[in-house]
């Protein structure tokens, strides 16, 4: 089984955002020396705790503090921007680190309406366009454009030797299906959905034509936190909880808090819900139990890979879940 890293580089209260995207590169370091097969970072605007809008910025950041571990957007959203140059951008990570960057690609805002505002016109518009600017991206980045086309006449260069591996991001069959159609590999996002992926990934392998990925490749996306025991696992794991209960309420929050100041949190009945949900979607455990829920999600769902996405208030304690896993699993 192979394992990857999803980073959304939370920022912790105290910290500062440089300080989170630091701790992004020690975690991209530490992936690659644990055998981790991939590092992603994600995309976000405006969103209180999340220090990267730009992963094309953060990529190149990292890759030049990294020696072989593939590296990618988690995603980049592209109702926001023109296909040609998403693929330019792309092509030039992949021409300075060859063989070593993927572009997973997603549809969501990334951020409130306002931001979303700020960032594109006709986000909507461009949403229901996607399939048509998804296409328009992977002729750009193969260069192999219907020579009768206008955009034939152009090249997202530099074009490089190995070009990037895209992904499709999604939670739902028209993803799936869109993913099997292009070709593309594609990326469940399990901790963000509260659907059984049996059947969406079942479409997806059914459905696959060959394109940009010769034959299906998946993975599967799960929020996980690991300690040396069950309780002071779920007593780390309790900051991010509390945090995604504070965002939920639009709260003004400086970033994940601290242990301390999560058991203090006043939480309502449906607050209280609202967290036993959340922890249902979880991995929280030793390192035995992730191993476990890790193994059954992959043998369940016929996943080539899981991706870990782990939020923690300790940057400690966020690196010392993936060794627990790491040395556990890989």
């Given at each position: 089984?192979?394992?990857?890293?999803?980073?959304?580089?939370?920022?912790?209260?105290?910290?500062?955002?440089?300080?989170?995207?630091?701790?992004?590169?020690?975690?991209?370091?530490?992936?690659?020396?644990?055998?981790?097969?991939?590092?992603?970072?994600?995309?976000?605007?405006?969103?209180?705790?999340?220090?990267?809008?730009?992963?094309?910025?953060?990529?190149?950041?990292?890759?030049?503090?990294?020696?072989?571990?593939?590296?990618?957007?988690?995603?980049?959203?592209?109702?926001?921007?023109?296909?040609y140059k998403v693929a330019e951008l792309y092509n030039l990570l992949a021409t300075l680190f060859p063989g070593r960057?993927?572009?997973?690609?997603?549809?969501?805002?990334?951020?409130?309406?306002?931001?979303?505002?700020?960032?594109?016109?006709?986000?909507?518009?461009?949403?229901?366009?996607?399939?048509?600017?998804?296409?328009?991206?992977?002729?750009?980045?193969?260069?192999?454009?219907?020579?009768?086309?206008e955009q034939a006449k152009i090249k997202a260069a530099p074009l490089p030797e190995v070009r990037p591996e895209p992904?499709?991001?999604?939670?739902?069959?028209?993803?799936?299906?869109?993913?099997?159609?292009?070709?593309?590999?594609?990326?469940?996002?399990?901790?963000?959905?509260?659907?059984?992926?049996?059947?969406?990934?079942?479409?997806?392998?059914?459905?696959?034509?060959?394109?940009?990925?010769?034959?299906?490749?998946?993975?599967?996306?799960?929020?996980?936190?690991?300690?040396?025991?069950?309780?002071?696992?779920?007593?780390?794991?309790?900051?991010?909880?509390?945090?995604?209960?504070?965002?939920?309420?639009?709260?003004?929050?400086?970033?994940?808090?601290?242990?301390?100041?999560?058991?203090?949190?006043?939480?309502?009945?449906?607050?209280?819900?609202?967290?036993?949900?959340?922890?249902?979607?979880?991995?929280?455990?030793?390192?035995?139990?992730?191993?476990?829920?890790?193994?059954?999600?992959?043998?369940?769902?016929?996943?080539?890979?899981?991706?870990?996405?782990?939020?923690?208030?300790?940057?400690?304690?966020?690196?010392?879940?993936?060794?627990?896993?790491?040395?556990?699993?890989?």
């Amino acid at each position: 089984m192979k394992l990857s890293i999803l980073d959304q580089a939370p920022i912790s209260a105290e910290q500062t955002a440089r300080d989170a995207l630091e701790q992004s590169v020690l975690l991209a370091q530490t992936a690659e020396k644990l055998g981790y097969t991939r590092y992603w970072i994600a995309e976000h605007h405006d969103i209180p705790g999340l220090a990267c809008p730009a992963p094309e910025v953060m990529l190149p950041y990292i890759g030049a503090r990294t020696g072989k571990i593939r590296i990618g957007s988690g995603a980049v959203l592209l109702p926001h921007y023109k296909p040609y140059k998403v693929a330019e951008l792309y092509n030039l990570l992949a021409t300075l680190f060859p063989g070593r960057i993927d572009i997973g690609i997603g549809r969501a805002p990334g951020g409130s309406a306002e931001a979303t505002n700020a960032l594109s016109d006709n986000f909507l518009q461009n949403v229901w366009k996607l399939p048509e600017s998804l296409k328009d991206l992977l002729h750009f980045i193969n260069d192999n454009h219907p020579e009768d086309s206008e955009q034939a006449k152009i090249k997202a260069a530099p074009l490089p030797e190995v070009r990037p591996e895209p992904w499709l991001l999604g939670t739902s069959k028209k993803s799936a299906r869109l993913a099997a159609e292009y070709g593309m590999a594609y990326a469940f996002g399990l901790f963000m959905s509260a659907q059984d992926p049996q059947d969406i990934l079942q479409e997806y392998y059914n459905a696959f034509k060959p394109g940009s990925t010769k034959s299906p490749q998946t993975i599967l996306t799960v929020s996980a936190i690991c300690a040396e025991t069950k309780e002071q696992a779920e007593e780390i794991a309790s900051s991010s909880l509390i945090w995604n209960i504070q965002q939920g309420r639009g709260e003004g929050i400086s970033g994940v808090p601290s242990i301390e100041a999560a058991k203090k949190y006043k939480l309502t009945a449906e607050d209280y819900q609202t967290v036993e949900n959340m922890k249902r979607k979880m991995i929280i455990g030793n390192p035995m139990q992730v191993k476990e829920r890790l193994l059954d999600l992959h043998k369940k769902y016929k996943a080539d890979e899981i991706m870990i996405l782990t939020i923690t208030y300790s940057p400690e304690d966020r690196i010392r879940s993936y060794e627990l896993i790491a040395g556990e699993t890989l």
